[in-house]
Every structure is written in structure tokens, then in C-alpha cells.
């Protein structure tokens, strides 16, 4: 179970002529007006704007140029101060740089409204979207886009409705309407949410978004599993010892302590992203690569996910939040005295926990999960250990590390395989070596499109593969409700603390030791 970082590495090599199966998006999406609600907010700074402008970028041709961008916020701005805002977030956070040409093309559809919060506000928001449409030739086809807290979703949603905001979903021109994870704050507010969607909408016109679902390194996991034959025979319990996934952030709060404050580290990452990442590896073999088909296939998943135990004697939850340290050379705050951050505050930063998947495939195999804020650096994956190889042979003196699959998501994409060699020589010397795969340098190294350009994309195009479906977010906070039932008792799960700039609390390294088994570095 050792690392084998220092090993000699295999390169592997992709030929250009390899390229076997290319599902194509062969269309433009159809024309449409974006709204974004919140469109002052952090997401729509670092990710949505610039993702817009990418697809509307010169080249990309992927939205049409009579598409619009609305953004919807509280604030009072004018319509200069917007364009001039989003052309600087763009430059700072856009994976392509901005070109002047193109920043005016999509700049001349870039639109702002404030009055969210007041009562006419949506009577507005009809009169701008009608005089958008009729200005840019773009038909009514509407998607609004609801970056805003999970306690404002449901208001938001009726009060599209009261205004006649949304077409029915056999109308000509469309309405979707895209909702930001945290789906509610609890199981209960999470079905309440769900219930007032389905009131005014049809699931057709939902999507519950989950950035990580457009990451390369998730969607490949597809292919790395069902398009090779050697993965999908191992895959379960006669083979694999137990899986991890790590997910680590060097970044603090920055500006969303409000936010973050009410989330916390299980809200934020475990209930959406984690718990996707899990489905997609742990799933049986979807019937076809049809939306539905996927969806099904991991929300079985999730019904086999085993409710978290609470052993005080040895813990299968750890909760923690970080103390001052050092990150990258420099000293950082702890938590607590991060801006914003109330003294009684009980948010964890961090969350360790193991949980099993009770089915005929997992029985028995661990997944242990681990996550957190201002670690050693930002670095996700995803290991797949497999068993020791039998006490035979050279298993017989020294115990062997075993096969290790590891799916880096972030950064530098890839993965690798860890196996045993003879190193070349008279002697008969073992060493690891790993198979490295890195999509960088095997695909030549151009900047795969961001979660959110492929996301939105897909809404666009109506496409609801890489979506949770409504289902599967209630199931994945029966499982996340669990975890906050044990923690209301505060002795039983107490909040631990580490270190800004470290792995993580003791307490979590005590959770794996105590299983024999120890965290691989990401
Ligand atoms: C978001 C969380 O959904 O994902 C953030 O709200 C987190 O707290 C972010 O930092 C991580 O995304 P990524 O793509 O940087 O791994």
C-alpha cells in the first residue's frame, strides 16, 4: 500500500490516427437568452461569464451570435459598469484569452438588470427579456440560470410562474431553468425544493447542475471502464481491497464566508460532487449511453449506499476545521478568525468518512472519502487498491505493494497504474513502477473546456446526461442526513481541528490506520 511516487514511470503513447469513435456535436445550439440570477455573485464572476464568453468566442461558433446574456441581480448597476465588470472577470478567469473582436460581439448581447429582490422585479425581468428578443432576433427560447442561495430557489421559481415566465415544456420555444448545488440545506428542505420544481416545471426543464460531472477525468471514467475490457473484470469485491477518494483545496473562504458558514464541508463537496464521483465509478454497466440509462445506473448506487455508523470507539465520520498555518510559504488565518466567521460556529472545513455500497458487486469493500478546505494543496482522485497478491511466490518474505488505479481529476488530468517489475539486472529485484497516463501530454496539451462551457452547452442543447436527475439528489441527502443526525451529538462526532497547509486532522489518518490501511497522497 506504499506510494510509489519515486518509480521509474512508463509513458504511454496516443496515436493521432487512433481517434475510434467521435460522438460529435454536429449543431450549434439553438439561439437563446441566458439569465443569470445573482449575476454579482462569485459563480458568476469566476465561472459563468467567462464560460459564456468561451462559447461565443471567435472560432468556438458553438452559441449562436443572436444569443443574449442577462444578468439578474439585486444591485444597482448600470449597463456600462456590468459589461465593463464581466469583461474583467472574463480576462482574469476565461480559459481563452479575450480577444477584442470577440469581447464586443458577445458584449453587444451581454444585458443587466437589477430588482431581484423588489416586488416588480419579475414584471421587469419579462419587459427586458421581450425587448431583448425583439431587439436580437432571438426567439423566446429562455434558460435562467439560478445562482442564488437554496433558501431563495423556491420564491425564485414561484415567482417566475406567477409572472408567466414559463412556457409549458411542449411550447415551441423552451424554458429551463438551471439550479446550483447545494439543493437545500437538509433532506427535508432538499424534497421541499424538489416538490415546488416539479409544481411549476416538467423535469424536462430542470437541470440541477454539478460542475464536476463536466470534468474530463469523470466523463473518462465512462470510457476508461466500458470501453476497455481489462477494468470492468476487476471491478468489485473479488479484486479490489477498497477505494478512496480524495478531494483537497488549498483555497480558504476567500468572500463566501456567508455562504460557506451555513454549508460547510458535507454540504458543499460530499452531498453533490463526491457522491457523483462515487455513482460513476461504483456503477453497475449502464443498458446504453442514454441519459436515463446513466441516471438509473447511479441512483442504484446510491439505494446501496450504507448509512454512516457512528461507533464512538472507532469512528467511521470525522468532522474538522483548520487552525492557522502555512500555505505555500506564507501564514494563513485559521477558520474561526476568517472574516465573517461567528464564534459559536460549528462548520466543519473537513470531513472524513467510510461508508459500503451494498450490493452483490461492492459487498464488503470500503470507500473512503475525504475532503477539505486549505490542505496541503489542491489535488483530487480517485484510487482504486486492489488486493494483495496471494502469500506465494514473492509475496512470501516481504509483503508487496498491491495494484493501485489511481484517477487523478485535478491537476494534471490522467491516471496511472501502479505494478510490479523486475528491475533489469543478474539480481532478481522487485520495484513498482507506474503506467502513467497524463491527457496533457497524451492528447498534446490543449486546455480542455471548463465543466461549466460543456454544461451549459448541454442545457442549451436540452441534453440532460451529465445532470442529477431530482431522484438522485434526494437519495444522496438521505445519505448526507444521516451524517448530520450523528453529528447533532456533539460528543459522539466532536469537531477536530489541523492545520491550514496539512492532510487533514489526526483523527481522520486514525479512521483508515484503524482498517490497516493508510490515505495515498493525490
Ligand atoms: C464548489 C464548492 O461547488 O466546488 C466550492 O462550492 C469548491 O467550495 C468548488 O471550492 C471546487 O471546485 P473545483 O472545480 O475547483 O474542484
Not at 214 to 240: D, H, P, Y
Not at 302 to 327: C, E, F, M, N, W
Request: with cysteine; hydrophobic share 40%; aromatic share 8%.
Amino acid at each position: 500500500m506504499s506510494d510509489t511516487n519515486a518509480t521509474p514511470k512508463l509513458e504511454s503513447r496516443v496515436d493521432a490516427a487512433d481517434d475510434l469513435l467521435t460522438i460529435q456535436r454536429t449543431h450549434a445550439a439553438p439561439p437563446s437568452t441566458v439569465v443569470i440570477f445573482g449575476a454579482s455573485g462569485d459563480l458568476a464572476k469566476r465561472k459563468l461569464i467567462p464560460a459564456l464568453y468561451n462559447l461565443v468566442a471567435c472560432g468556438q461558433g458553438l452559441m449562436p451570435p443572436e444569443s443574449a446574456v442577462l444578468g439578474f441581480a439585486r444591485r444597482e448597476m448600470s449597463l456600462d459598469d456590468f459589461r465593463s465588470s464581466a469583461k474583467e472577470w472574463t480576462t482574469r478567469f476565461s480559459r481563452l484569452k479575450v480577444d477584442e473582436g470577440c469581447w464586443q460581439n458577445f458584449a453587444q448581447g451581454l444585458d443587466y438588470l437589477s430588482g431581484l429582490d423588489q416586488p416588480d422585479g419579475f414584471t421587469k425581468l419579462k419587459s427586458k427579456l421581450e425587448e431583448i428578443e425583439k431587439a436580437r432576433k432571438v426567439p423566446a427560447n429562455r434558460i435562467y440560470y439560478l445562482s442564488i442561495p437554496p433558501e431563495a430557489i423556491i420564491d425564485c421559481v414561484q415567482r417566475l410562474a406567477e409572472s408567466g415566465l414559463i412556457a409549458p415544456a411542449n411550447a415551441p420555444q423552451f424554458t429551463r431553468v438551471v439550479v446550483e448545488k447545494p439543493i437545500g440545506h437538509d433532506l427535508e428542505s432538499a424534497l421541499e425544493i424538489n416538490r415546488t420544481l416539479l409544481k411549476y416545471l416538467n423535469e424536462s426543464q430542470i437541470f440541477r447542475i454539478d460542475h464536476y460531472l463536466g470534468k474530463e477525468t469523470l466523463q473518462n471514467l465512462l470510457v476508461l471502464r466500458f470501453a476497455n475490457n481489462i477494468f470492468e473484470r476487476l471491478w468489485g469485491s473479488r479484486n479490489v481491497d477498497h477505494v478512496q477518494i480524495t478531494v483537497a483545496e488549498a483555497e480558504g473562504l476567500g468572500t463566501r464566508a456567508m455562504y460557506y458558514e451555513g454549508a460547510g464541508a458535507l454540504r458543499d463537496m460530499v452531498q453533490n460532487h463526491i457522491l457523483q464521483t462515487l455513482a460513476l465509478l461504483a456503477m453497475e454497466p449502464p443498458v446504453s449511453l442514454n441519459a436515463s440509462a446513466i441516471l438509473e445506473a447511479k441512483l442504484n448506487v446510491l439505494r446501496a449506499l450504507k448509512p454512516v455508523q457512528s461507533d464512538p470507539a472507532h469512528p467511521s465520520v470525522v468532522r474538522a476545521r483548520y487552525t492557522a498555518g502555512i500555505l505555500d510559504g506564507k501564514p494563513v488565518v485559521g477558520y474561526m478568525d476568517e472574516q465573517g466567521i461567528p464564534d459559536n460556529s460549528m462548520t466543519e472545513t473537513f470531513v472524513a468518512l467510510k461508508t459500503y455500497i451494498d450490493n452483490w458487486r461492492w459487498s464488503g469493500v470500503p470507500f473512503y472519502i475525504r475532503t477539505g478546505k486549505r490542505m496541503t494543496r489542491r489535488a483530487s482522485s480517485v484510487f482504486v487498491q486492489f488486493k494483495d497478491v496471494p502469500q506465494i511466490l514473492f509475496n512470501q518474505d516481504r509483503s508487496l505493494p498491491a495494484n493501485l488505479l489511481t484517477l487523478r481529476i485535478q491537476p494534471d488530468e490522467g491516471f496511472s497504474f501502479d505494478v510490479m517489475a523486475k528491475q533489469p539486472g543478474l539480481n532478481l529485484s522487485l520495484r513498482p513502477v507506474r503506467m502513467n497516463l497524463s491527457y496533457e501530454s497524451a492528447f498534446g496539451g490543449g486546455v480542455s473546456p471548463d465543466a461549466y462551457e460543456r454544461l451549459l452547452l448541454d442545457v442549451m442543447d436540452g441534453d440532460h446526461t451529465l445532470f442529477p436527475s431530482g431522484n438522485f439528489v434526494e437519495k444522496s441527502w438521505e445519505f448526507v442526513q444521516g451524517v448530520l443526525d450523528l453529528w447533532k451529538d456533539k460528543r459522539r462526532v466532536p469537531m477536530r481541528e489541523y492545520p491550514a497547509g496539512s492532510w487533514g486532522p489526526v483523527a481522520a489518518e486514525e479512521l483508515i490506520h484503524a482498517d490497516g490501511r493508510m490515505w495515498h497522497e493525490p
